[in-house]
C-alpha cells in the first residue's frame, strides 16, 4: 500500500515558499523563522498545538498578513515586492480561501456567494451564475443555490464555501479549519470534496488543521511548534 | 512490551543489582503486575551470555543473588536502536512507547525526535488508511475508520506527551 501521491496534473516547481518567516503581534511572537514550500497541485497539511503558528503562517502565505522578516512567495515572486492592487488581484485570481465557518456573506443566496468572486473578475453574470451552478452541482448542493446561507447547514455551508473557492480555477487554495465545525461524517465529505476538487483542477491546497483524520487526506504533513517547522514530515 | 530490553534501559543509568531492577521496574512499568524474581535473574544471564550486559562477582549478603550488573556498548547499542525504531503503528501500543518515553527521559535521551519518528509513522499509516477509504467498499473504510480513530487517539496523547515533556522528565529523574 502506497502514500498517496501526488497527482499526475502537478507540474515540477514551487508554487508557494515560505522563506524564514518572522511575524509578532505586539510582543508575542507568533512565528519565529518558518519555512516551507508547496510543489504545484500538492495538498500539504500544517498541524500543530493552538497557538503554534499554524493560522499565522497560513495567513502570511495567503498575502493577508504581512511578514515582519523573511518572505513568502507566489510561483517565485515575494508578496512583499509588490503592490496591495496587485496582491488583491492575486488573491482574486489565483487563491481561494474556505475557513472554519465558511464566511460566506449572510445577505446573498448560496448561487450568489458562489458568483460573486467572478462577477469581482467582471465575468459576466449569466455566465458566472452558471458556472456557479456548476460547482454547486459537483459538490452536492445544486438544489440549495437559492438558499440563503442561514439555512443551510455546516456540512453545506463548507461545501459552498469550497465551491465559492474552486470557481475561479485557483492555483492555490488555503484552507484554515475547513472541517473544525462540522461532526466527524460531514468533515470527511467536506475533505473528500475539497481534495478532488483541488486534484482535478491541479490546484495546490495549503491546510491547517488540528485535526490528524484531516491532516490525512493530504499528501504531506509538517508540524509547526513554537513559530518554527518542527519534527519529521510525513 | 519487552523486558530484556526494558531490563537493558534501567541498567543503562547505572549499574545495579538485579533486586533493585525488578524493583524499578514493578515500579515504572509493572502496572500492578510485579516481575517474577526469576524472570529477571534469567533475562540478565540471558543478556550476559549475549553480552550486552556483564556480571560482577557474588557479593556478601543476604537474600538473592547479589551480582551487580553493568551494561556493555553491545546493550547500549540495542537500547538506542530500540528506542530510535519506530513502534509499528497499531492500536493498544501505548504500553511499549510509554515505556520508550519514560526510558528516553530517564537516559536523557532525545524523547521528543522519538515522538516526532512515531508521530510521523502514525501519520504515514493514516494517510494509507485515508488512501483505502477512498478506493475501497463501504465495508472498508469502516474498517479503516476503527484503525484511523485508534490512531487519531494515539496521535493525541503523542502531542499531549510532547506537550509535557518537561514536566515528565522531572518525575522521572527526580521520584
Not at chain 2, 87 to 102: D, G, M, N, S, Y
Not at chain 2, 157 to 162: E, Y
Request: aromatic share 6%.
Amino acid at each position: 500500500m502506497n502514500i498517496p501521491a501526488v497527482p499526475a496534473s502537478a507540474s515540477p516547481g514551487c508554487l508557494v515558499t515560505a522563506r524564514d518567516i518572522r511575524k509578532s503581534f505586539g510582543q508575542t511572537p507568533a512565528l519565529r523563522g518558518a519555512s516551507i514550500t508547496v510543489p504545484r497541485g500538492e495538498i500539504l497539511a500544517i498541524m500543530g498545538p493552538s497557538g503554534s503558528g499554524k493560522s499565522t503562517l497560513l495567513h502570511c502565505l495567503a498575502g493577508i498578513y504581512t511578514p515582519d522578516g523573511g518572505e513568502a512567495l507566489f510561483d517565485g515572486r515575494p508578496l512583499g515586492a509588490m503592490s496591495e492592487a496587485e496582491r488583491t488581484r492575486l488573491r482574486r485570481t489565483a487563491f481561494g480561501f474556505v475557513f472554519q465557518f465558511g464566511q460566506l456573506v449572510p445577505e446573498l443566496t448560496a448561487a450568489d456567494n458562489v458568483a460573486l468572486p467572478l462577477l469581482l473578475n467582471r465575468t459576466k453574470r449569466k455566465v458566472a451564475y452558471k458556472t456557479a451552478d456548476t460547482w454547486l452541482d459537483k459538490l452536492g448542493v445544486g438544489d440549495k443555490g437559492g438558499r440563503r446561507t442561514g439555512e443551510l447547514s455546516g456540512g453545506e455551508a463548507q461545501r459552498v464555501a469550497i465551491a465559492r473557492a474552486m470557481v475561479i480555477e485557483p492555483s492555490v487554495v488555503f484552507a484554515d479549519e475547513p472541517t473544525g465545525s462540522l461532526d466527524s461524517l460531514a468533515g470527511e465529505h467536506v475533505m473528500e470534496m475539497l481534495t478532488q476538487a483541488a486534484n482535478e483542477q491541479g490546484a495546490s491546497v495549503v491546510l491547517v488543521t488540528h485535526e490528524p483524520r484531516v491532516a490525512a487526506y493530504a499528501h504531506r504533513e509538517v508540524v509547526v511548534r513554537d513559530g518554527r517547522i518542527t519534527g519529521v514530515e510525513a | 512490551m519487552s523486558v530484556p530490553l526494558t531490563l537493558l534501559g534501567l541498567l543503562e543509568r547505572e549499574p545495579s543489582h538485579g533486586y533493585d531492577l525488578k524493583r524499578d521496574y514493578d515500579a515504572y512499568f509493572g502496572r500492578g503486575k510485579q516481575l517474577p524474581f526469576g524472570q529477571v535473574y534469567a533475562t540478565l544471564g540471558r543478556l550476559a551470555r549475549d553480552g550486552k550486559v556483564t556480571a560482577g562477582d557474588a557479593e556478601p549478603g543476604e537474600g538473592p543473588e547479589r551480582k551487580r550488573y553493568a551494561i556493555t556498548e553491545t546493550g547500549k547499542d540495542e537500547v538506542d536502536a530500540w528506542l530510535a525504531e519506530p513502534v509499528i503503528p497499531e492500536p493498544h501500543l501505548q504500553t511499549v512507547l510509554f515505556a520508550k518515553v519514560t526510558l528516553a527521559l530517564m537516559l536523557g535521551k532525545p524523547a521528543s525526535a522519538y515522538l516526532d519518528t512515531q508521530r510521523a509513522a502514525h501519520i504515514r499509516r493514516m494517510q494509507e488508511l485515508t488512501e483505502v477509504k477512498r478506493r475501497g467498499p463501504l465495508i472498508d473504510t469502516l474498517l479503516a475508520d476503527h484503525a484511523l480513530f485508534h490512531l487519531e487517539a494515539d496521535l493525541r496523547w503523542i502531542d499531549l506527551t510532547s506537550a509535557r515533556l518537561k514536566e515528565l522528565a522531572e518525575a522521572v529523574t527526580n521520584p
